[in-house]
């Protein structure tokens, strides 16, 4: 006699073994976003007039260093 319990834990086994094949079209789709709302914030920041300074600063000091 086939013991269910056990015929269970071998599909869950099997399942859980199974390569995964990527994201799916609305992960793609919602990861892409994520990634351009990131971009867009990451942009502002940068080329706020504080920030600008402050890199234009630190390349102007390190191009003006001494050997």
Do not use: H
């Amino acid at each position: 006699m086939v013991n269910p319990v056990r015929t269970w834990l071998r599909a869950l086994s099997r399942a859980m073994r199974r390569p995964d094949a990527g994201m799916t079209t609305s992960e793609y789709a919602m990861g892409t976003i994520a990634a351009c709302g990131f971009a867009a914030v990451l942009y502002k920041i940068v080329t706020s007039g504080a920030v600008s300074d402050a890199l234009q600063s630190v390349i102007g000091k390190a191009l003006d260093a001494q050997f």
